[in-house]
C-alpha cells in the first residue's frame, strides 16, 4: 500500500504523518520506520518507531532515495510500515515529475509487504494522474 499525504508547504502535512504513525505503531505487528530529512521529530514519535534521519547518508537523487529505501527493506525482513518526510526535497524531485518515484515505491511495497506513507509537498491538483490514486489526505 502506497499512500500519499500532499498540500503545499505550512499546511500539516508533517503533523498527520507523525499521528498515523502514532496509530500505526499500535497495531503493527512488524517494525515500523519512519525517515525524515532531520532528527527533529524525534521526541514526538514513540520509541518503538526507528527514526532515520536521511540527511545523514549521500542521498540526493531519485535513484539514491529508492536505493536507499531498498536498503532499509532488506535489513528489517519484519518491515511493516514506513513514513517517508521531506520525500520531494531529499529525493531531489521538487518541481519535477515525481510518477517515477512513486511507481518505483509502488513495487517496493508490492514486492516486500510494506506500507508506505509519504509527504508530498504539492497541490493536489499537480500530482500526475498516473499518482492520484495513491492520495490518502489532499490539504
Do not use: W
Not at 10 to 34: F, H, N, P, W
Not at 46 to 56: F, H, V
Request: aromatic fraction near 8%.
Amino acid at each position: 500500500m502506497v499512500q500519499l499525504i500532499v498540500g503545499s508547504k505550512g499546511k500539516g502535512k508533517t503533523k498527520q504523518l507523525l499521528d498515523r504513525a502514532a496509530e500505526a505503531i499500535k497495531t503493527a505487528s512488524g517494525s515500523v520506520v519512519y525517515v525524515d530529512k532531520s532528527a527533529q521529530h524525534m521526541y514526538e514519535l514513540s520509541n518503538k518507531i526507528r527514526l532515520i534521519n536521511i540527511s545523514s547518508f549521500p542521498v540526493n537523487s531519485e535513484d539514491g532515495y529508492i536505493g536507499f529505501l531498498s536498503g532499509v527493506i532488506s535489513q528489517d525482513h519484519d518491515l511493516e510500515y514506513m513514513f517517508l518526510d521531506g520525500f520531494l526535497t531529499v529525493a531531489n524531485l521538487m518541481g519535477a515529475d515525481i510518477s517515477s518515484a512513486i511507481a518505483k515505491i509502488a513495487v517496493l511495497s508490492e514486492n516486500y509487504g510494506v506500507n508506505f506513507v509519504i509527504s508530498v509537498s504539492m497541490d493536489a491538483k499537480d500530482i500526475p494522474e498516473s499518482c492520484k490514486q495513491y492520495v490518502a489526505v489532499a490539504l
